[in-house]
């Protein structure tokens, strides 16, 4: 296959992970936690990059497109730590609202963030009775993904 072959379905599958996440929002009524959202960013970077790559048949864009990928891996196995209690989350968003000592209920209201609706470490399962978090799943997929992206890029040809 080509560069241009490889960086189109590398920018299909970069875009199916995203858009799975949304149809589980919408459809399966599934609330994201603030890493949730921050997985799908790199994903949409690599389909820029990966169109570009089709377009220009450029392998090195293909590349890009891979690590972008892969930085998706990267906060999806820190998402991971998180939901297993392996560390807290660098992002504040994602804790529990909690009262704390002498705030006020205006303070706590004021304090609550319109989205996401849940906290980091509370893992969310797409598939029932299958213990892999979506994290877990991501991180597969974007390790999986974003090497084969790389290794396309390493053996494609300019046809």
Not at 3 to 18: S, V
Not at 19 to 30: D, I, N, P, Q, T
Request: hydrophobic share 55%; net charge positive; charged share 10%.
């Amino acid at each position: 296959m080509s560069t241009r072959q490889h960086a189109t379905i590398a920018a299909l599958l970069a875009a199916a992970a995203p858009l799975v996440a949304l149809a589980s929002e919408r459809f399966g009524e599934m609330a994201p936690c603030a890493l949730c959202l921050w997985q799908r960013w790199p994903y949409w970077v690599a389909v820029v990059l990966a169109a570009l790559a089709a377009g220009l048949r450029s392998r090195a864009l293909l590349s890009l497109a891979g690590a972008a990928v892969l930085v998706s891996g990267a906060i999806a196995g820190l998402h991971v730590g998180v939901e297993q209690g392996w560390w807290p989350s660098p992002l504040p968003s994602c804790a529990a609202p909690t009262a704390g000592t002498g705030m006020s209920v205006d303070d706590l209201m004021r304090s609550l963030a319109a989205r996401p609706a849940k906290p980091c470490d509370a893992a969310a399962y797409l598939i029932p009775g299958l213990a892999v978090s979506m994290a877990a799943m991501n991180l597969i997929y974007a390790l999986v993904l974003g090497g084969l992206a790389l290794n396309w890029a390493r053996k494609g040809t300019d046809r």
